[in-house]
């Protein structure tokens, strides 16, 4: 696989003791003091208010996210190309189902069930943001958060329009959450442009690798990292905050996983100085 190269136009985060990608920049950067918090999800404003009334978390999650790197990077959300990726559908509602087809009423509600499937954020997202663009929708397990960047970076460059990468992953309640644990909501989102423009961070450059995966320094991040695949993110999302050139490894596959150069815009500019 060839190097990669495309321009990170804007941010959204949330996660446990993040509200926001500005909050989560003072926390990454040492700013402020990292606390701990479960992760608080607002509600979709943007959906009309009988599709705001069915919706989840998960898909909470995925147009809160969405939404804020889009205002961020400038762009309109009806015109972006859009990649989501999840580890797996909506915990709740799939527990629920299960739930409903152990028991002797086996009616499964309509909307449990178009909520409960993979690609629900993605309707839920073209009907909050009016969206025409093609979207994607993929699963890697712990890997889905690199599987959706090499995704969403190939649109990028090689069709040479922007692109929208939403990842976000909420847990599973009990007795599904002792076979897949994950302890609190992240998602996160990036606005991702061929060419730099006025709103670049940065410009990344991707390449596989057989590296291990960067780890954290700060033990409750990297815990958050581990406990969450769309929080394997983080590496990539602290450097971006810190300002400065790094290469982070990311989790992928069982024997591949993704390296990222990151150049900050500034960077670049003080380099180009005689």
Known sequence: MKTISVHIDGVGLIGPG?????????????????AHAPAVIPPPAALPAAERRRTSATVKLALAVG????????????????????????GENCHAICDMLAGEDRFISPTRFHNSVHNAPAGYWSIAAHA????????????????????SACQAAVDGHDALLIASDTGYPHPLN??????????????????????????????LTDAPATMLTRAPLEAIRTDNPAARALPLLEALAMRRRAAVVL????????????????????????
């Open 178 to 207: 002792a076979f897949r644990p994950i302890r609190d909501a992240f998602g996160t989102a990036l606005v991702l442009a061929p060419i730099e423009t006025a709103r670049t961070l940065a410009r990344i450059d991707i390449a």
């Open 18 to 34: 993040f509200a926001n990608w500005p909050q989560a920049v003072q926390a990454l950067t040492s700013t402020a003091e990292y």
């Open 251 to 274: 989790d992928y596959l069982d024997e591949l996983r993704v390296r990222i150069d990151v150049t900050p815009t500034d960077t670049r500019k003080e380099t180009a100085q005689p």
């Open 132 to 151: 025409m663009a093609a979207s994607h929708v993929l699963c890697a397990h712990d890997g889905s958060f690199a599987a959706g960047l090499l995704e």
């Open 67 to 90: 939404a804020e790197a889009v205002q961020a990077a400038g762009r309109d959300a009806a015109q972006l190309a859009a990649v989501f990726a999840a580890s797996g559908g909506d």
